[in-house]
């Protein structure tokens, strides 16, 4: 359960952070 509160900040932090792996699948999708 723990991931998935990560997993949320990450989302919004992680679009400025290209380097973080799990923004890139993510960011892919989005783009």
Known sequence: ???HH???GYH???MKDE???D???AL???G
């Open 6 to 8: 990560v997993d949320c």
């Open 23 to 25: 923004i890139a699948v």
């Open 28 to 30: 892919g999708n989005k």
């Open 12 to 14: 919004v932090v992680g």
């Open 19 to 21: 380097n973080a792996p």
């Open 1 to 3: 359960g723990e991931m």
